[in-house]
């Protein structure tokens, strides 16, 4: 049965598939979440470096309020950037930080090749 990260509840999980589509410049995967850990590391080997890794935070309650424009408005969010990196870079904030990543339900996340355009 297709599982997701702890915390997330969905109606009719054995309705899910694992499946892709193909964009023209991009590929949106639905990945049972037990196997996505190692999709990510592997996708990331295949990228040449350097690689861009990009962390994306909700802003405090607080400062959402006070950017906040109207109700309709999205949610606000920081966006962390760690340019120039080697695959062992990225691996090492995998091998640290992917159980919070992956489980958290507020963060994202993206790992991006700059010679190669492709991203995770």
């Given at each position: 049965?297709?599982?997701?990260?702890?915390?997330?509840?969905?109606?009719?999980?054995?309705?899910?598939?694992?499946?892709?589509?193909?964009?023209?410049?991009?590929?949106?995967?639905?990945?049972?979440?037990?196997?996505?850990?190692?999709?990510?590391?592997?996708?990331?080997?295949?990228l040449s470096e350097p690689l861009f890794?990009?962390?994306?935070?909700?802003?405090?309650?607080?400062?959402?309020?006070?950017?906040?424009?109207?109700?309709?408005?999205?949610?606000?969010?920081?966006?962390?950037?760690?340019?120039?990196?080697?695959?062992?870079?990225?691996?090492?904030?995998?091998?640290?930080?992917?159980?919070?990543?992956?489980?958290?339900?507020?963060?994202?996340?993206?790992?991006?090749?700059?010679?190669?355009?492709?991203?995770?």
């Amino acid at each position: 049965m297709f599982q997701t990260a702890s915390g997330v509840k969905i109606p009719f999980p054995e309705k899910i598939k694992e499946e892709f589509q193909l964009f023209d410049t991009s590929i949106l995967f639905n990945i049972s979440f037990e196997k996505l850990e190692s999709f990510i590391g592997k996708f990331v080997e295949k990228l040449s470096e350097p690689l861009f890794f990009v962390l994306e935070i909700p802003v405090s309650r607080q400062e959402d309020l006070e950017l906040r424009k109207n109700a309709t408005c999205p949610f606000h969010k920081k966006v962390c950037y760690l340019d120039g990196q080697s695959k062992e870079q990225i691996r090492a904030i995998q091998n640290t930080y992917s159980e919070l990543l992956l489980n958290d339900g507020m963060s994202q996340f993206a790992i991006y090749s700059h010679a190669t355009n492709f991203f995770t």
